[in-house]
């Protein structure tokens, strides 16, 4: 969070609104999603928001010291229990520039009954960090209606959070009560930051030439399951070589007694971090979930934790001035790598090979259908990777902000070019498979124009389809997308 607050210091925002536009997950989600889970319906559908009941209450003060058998234990304070709302009063995600946008904050309490007298501050901001309102009031029992537009393509947002008397923020589990909510204001109209370099594809065509020298050979070793999984499923531990020492290694799970060409294949890559694969399970498909780095899978988290905070910390910007040596160029030839083994596979059904994966798991499943044309699906969600140079233009870049810009200008060229090789924008021009991409309007990870940016790239004649969350951050579900895979593994009878 610090550096969130040194990014909104920067962009002269005061210490309040720099905290509501830290308020976020700076995490990046995992990039297994269970087609088994039932996926919520598409955010760009919002329920009309709470009327709070007429008899309003007055916020309570903490809670005094109780005694449990003879101990005393601070009881949970009163606004711990409140629930705090920002929504869009409008039954829409997208407006047009110079248009009115309206939000609506409320609290209420466990009772659902509005609270009276409770501080609350919100910010409402454009996406390039341009403070339009920084508010402190105290609530009287009737909702909060902002207002807020944008005169030019770009993302608004309304972050609020409860306040204790003194105007800081308060705290449940250490984290703010927080909540927030945006919108779009032309989003079509969004642009990348950067051109593609001339020899983008050359580059790229390269490095798919280094990784055929390596054979598809793998080590596969089973895994035993435990419970109704056991007779349902087999799965392995699976290492494929691949460049520089570091293979492929990620689980692979089928069902039991799968015949030749008869499955999809789902590969999956996952968010930042350091951790293991996951064990994915679907009953009709073939299920590959790799993990980042090519390290082991099923470690104690002691081995994990050892890895991110040496040999892995801060791997996003490793070698970032040299697009040879940059640490995405192996992870992204793992990416192909990961297809290549799922294609060997003799129940891989040769027609079916679905990728997904949310923020840099989405950035992994973007390269993976730019670059491997037999991908037939890409489930992308919140990615990160987007974006590098969206700061040359006074907006936000996309995680992991690989270098910063002053006056329109890279502070480190040589960063400022490496990047371009390892955008989004510039992978999107090449894919040909369905998207199903995401993004969230309080995301401060991977921010909503950055999102776009790399949406608006990919090529008209494909088919891509874009769920806004309007109330949420940085969220790895992708519910159109999971909707369509479905149909792939769970096919209408009689086909």
Sequence with gaps: MRDKLRIASALGLTALTAFFLSACCCGCCTAVECPKQEAEAPAAQTKKAEV??????????PA????????????RPAYESYRLRVVPVQKKNVYKAGEKIAFRITLIDKAKQPVV????????????????????????GKPIVCEASLDAPGWIQVRATLLDENGKPLMKRKKAIFAGAGAMVEPEKIKAGCDEPADFKKFWDNQKASLAKFPVKADRTEVPLKGKQAS???????KVD??????????????????????PAVVSYHGAGVYSANKPFRNNAISFDVNAHGILNGQPKEYY???HTNELRAYYHKDKNDREKFYFRDMYLRVLRALDYVKTLPEWDGKNLIVVGSSQGGAQAIVAAALDLQVSLCLTGVPAMSDHSGNLLGRQSGWPRLFAAKNGKPVDPKVAEVSKYYDNVNFAKYIKAP????????DMTCVPTSV?????????????????FPTEGHVGKNPSGNRALNKILRPAPGK
Excluded: W
Excluded at 64 to 75: H, L, N, R, S
Excluded at 242 to 263: E, F, I, Q, R, W
Excluded at 435 to 442: A, D, E, L, R, S
Excluded at 452 to 461: H, K, R, S
């Design 52 to 61: 709070p009941a007429p008899q309003a209450k007055k916020a309570e003060a």
């Design 242 to 263: 691949c460049v520089d020492n570091v293979p492929v290694s990620g689980y692979l799970t089928m069902p039991v007694g799968a015949k030749p060409k008869s499955l």
């Design 435 to 442: 998207v199903y991409m995401t993004v969230g309007m309080i």
């Design 117 to 140: 007298g409770q501080k609350i501050g919100y910010a409402v901001s454009s996406g390039d960090g341009k403070l339009q309102k920084n508010i402190i009031t105290t609530t009287d």
């Design 452 to 468: 776009y940016a790399v949406f608006n790239n990919i090529p008209a004649g494909t088919e891509k389809h874009m769920t806004i």
């Design 305 to 307: 934790t050892n890895l």
């Design 232 to 238: 349902r499923f087999k799965c392995y531990d699976v």
């Design 64 to 75: 005094k010291t109780v005694k449990t058998a003879g101990k005393a234990k601070p009881a």
